[in-house]
């Protein structure tokens, strides 16, 4: 579960540059934009975020956020702790020390890849879930991580555990709602920052709050209706804790596409997320 705590993020890394970058998806780049929709209708058809043209941007448009890049692929090596109290945050979707879901990618690798560089540390793993210690950790682990990172098998595993306990159930339920392309990534763009289950500030929550707003395309509500109320409810929770309460993920990237009639996603794509500007084509 990402927590990225990005203003501290960009203050480590300096000012960030506001230049686009610009991103080409030879699959989608090729085909005639599909006209766009008024932004309050409903979709017309249920979207498929799995489609791989569509998950590209998925991940990049996650990646844009979680790492100031749309470079998804290079953040497999990435670990560092940002003081949310969460421990490590690393990999490509923000897997925590603190909060299972890396202990859970390590024992999945370590199920497939039993020698690894990651495998001595479970234990250390075990004993600090739940908490933001370090103990039995530290640089070596986190240079074990870099090393099992340049790895297939490692990427590999978490690209699974992505998809199995972020993508998969995210997209499965918006396709239950009869949401779009668009409805699908803010169901996966809040799963991932607040992970899934029922509690008030997790996805499941979230999506509940919304629910007593608006009804889903599927209960035969108006799409840009409900996706509003979506996101008016994530932005509630969102402001409840330091490490999320800049919303500029919903307020110019999500809710500028909602905006434009975009529910398919189609590109050309620009946003910003965090001032820093961001295209793909």
Known sequence: MSKKLRPVVIGALGAASVAALVITTPALSSAAPAPLATPSATALAVGDLSAPAKKEIAMKLVSSAENSSLDWKAQYKYIEDIGDGRGYTAGIIGFCSGTGDMLELVEAYTDSVPD??????????????????????????????????????????????????????????????????????????????????????????????????????????????????????????????????????????????????????????????????????
């Open 116 to 281: 690894n560089p990651l495998a001595k540390y479970l234990p250390a793993l075990r004993k600090v879930n739940g908490t933001d210690s370090h103990a039995g950790l530290g640089s070596a682990f986190e240079s074990a991580w870099k090393q099992a990172a340049a790895t297939t098998a490692f990427q590999t595993a978490q690209n699974n555990e992505r998809d199995r306990v972020y993508f998969n159930p995210a997209v499965s339920q918006g396709k239950s709602d009869g949401l779009s392309n668009l409805g699908q990534f803010a169901y996966y763009d809040a799963i991932v920052m607040h992970g899934p289950g029922d509690s008030s500030d997790s996805f499941g929550g979230i999506r509940k709050a919304a629910m007593k707003k608006a009804k889903t395309p599927a209960q035969g509500g108006d799409e840009a209706t409900y996706l509003k109320a979506f996101f008016a409810a994530r932005k509630v929770i969102m402001k409840q804790e330091e490490a999320h309460a800049d919303t500029s993920r919903v307020d110019t990237e999500q809710l500028k596409f909602l905006n434009d009639g975009n529910f398919d996603l189609h590109t050309p794509l620009k946003w910003k997320v965090y001032g820093d500007s961001y295209t793909i084509n």
